[in-house]
């Protein structure tokens, strides 16, 4: 294998290669400042769909550096919709894992090794959660470390400072049992579809964090379908690898949050802003917002 050995583009340069494979500029000095701010390497992803080669990076008549950039504004709203839902998905679901699991089990539920399916699994987590409570300046923990002895707070003061996806990896790892039957049922759901469909609105989760395409992404993690649920879901299956089918997760999950939800109605808003993002790219189906799920 060779090394990579290509200098960088100026920004001057980035346009006059764009340009020369036939993109159209409305404006170049607000594009030198976009692509300034933003990186050609990040907004490339956006040209992409304006290209008819994409071996040789050439765009289709009419193409506008204008267009990939309204992509990127769309997939940098969508993200940050996305982003606020699952905010409130993650606290709910904290909390039913630490209660559920305090009550039934032990307040310690999480660093008892017989509680899980592996013990070496199981040690890499209490690691990552002893990392998680070192680092942590949450007023309460630090009054308790000054106060008690125990390696860890309680569960549902622990839970507070674990990650999203050392959350989803505790749940995947907890033995089969009535307990972990319950936390899924509380969401109306079987516990290995609340399994697959929490490793996968973390990994959502974590590409809106580092702020990466989302729009027309093929996801890497596909969440199950399920055979039956506890309330409104899409009547057919749709591909998992899509974002539309984890929307759907998304939507299905805050009606049981918070049944009051406005998601569906500022996603529509969102979509309606930006016409010519092409939502099949994203997998939604003809009709989908005749759905009952939608409505």
């Known amino acids: ?15 006059a290669l764009l340009k020369s494979n036939g993109l159209s500029f409305a404006d170049e000095s607000k594009a030198l400042h ?22 040789l990076h050439t765009f289709k008549n009419g193409a506008t550096f204008e267009q990939a950039y309204t992509l990127y504004k769309f997939d940098s709203r969508l993200r940050k919709l996305i982003a606020g839902e699952l905010e409130k998905i993650e606290v709910s679901i904290r909390t039913q894992m630490a209660y559920t699991l305090s009550d ?8 008892d090794a017989a509680n899980f399916v592996s013990t070496t699994k199981h040690a890499g987590l209490v690691a990552s959660l002893q990392s998680e409570l070192d680092r942590t300046d949450d007023d309460q923990i630090l009054l308790f470390k000054r106060k008690y002895d125990d390696a860890f707070p309680p569960a549902w003061m622990t839970m507070e400072i674990t990650s999203f996806g050392t959350l989803s990896m505790l749940y995947k790892l907890l033995k089969p049992s009535l307990t972990k039957r319950r ?3 509380y969401y109306g759901v079987s516990d290995s579809v609340f399994e697959s469909w929490l490793h996968s609105i973390v990994y959502v989760r974590n590409i809106c964090a580092h702020h990466s395409r989302l729009w027309n992404k093929t996801l890497r993690i596909r969440p199950l379908f399920p055979r039956k649920v506890n309330g ?19 939507q299905y999950l805050l009606l049981k949050v ?3 939800t406005t998601f569906p109605d500022r996603l529509k808003a969102l979509l309606a802003e930006f016409p010519d993002a092409d939502i099949s790219a994203m997998g939604f189906p003809k009709d989908w917002n005749k759905e009952t799920l939608w409505q």
């Open 1 to 15: 294998m060779a090394n990579y050995t290509d200098k960088p583009l100026s920004f001057q340069q980035q346009i």
């Open 34 to 55: 976009t692509l300034q701010q933003i990186s050609y390497f990040r907004l490339k992803s956006y040209l992409m769909p304006l290209m008819s080669d994409k071996v």
């Open 104 to 111: 039934e089990v032990d307040i310690y539920w999480f660093a």
């Open 183 to 185: 936390i899924a049922n």
């Open 232 to 250: 409104n879901f899409i009547s057919t299956p749709v591909r998992g690898d899509r974002l539309y089918y984890v929307l759907c997760i998304i």
């Open 258 to 260: 918070n049944p009051n």
